[in-house]
């Protein structure tokens, strides 16, 4: 009797108990693969406030331009001297 006992046990584990914990957990990570509505929300609020910045930015831009128009060179020399070199290289 004993010896049923157990067998039972061990088919009841392998037909139902394997196929489910398999089941379930597959389910699992085919779920967590996307992101969630509050992750993608997030990420729609960072987008709306990175456009607004950048259109900030140019505003900015647009006025300090009105006042000086050669801020850009005076702001990044080296940029300005990195654009000439390379420049140079292409003309030869």
Known sequence: MDIDLTAVLICGFLFVGMPWLFLHYSSKFRAAKGISQQDEQLLDDLYSAARRLDARLESIERIIAADNPNWKES????Q???ELEDRREHHR
């Open 75 to 78: 702001a990044l020399p080296h």
């Open 80 to 82: 300005r001297t990195r």
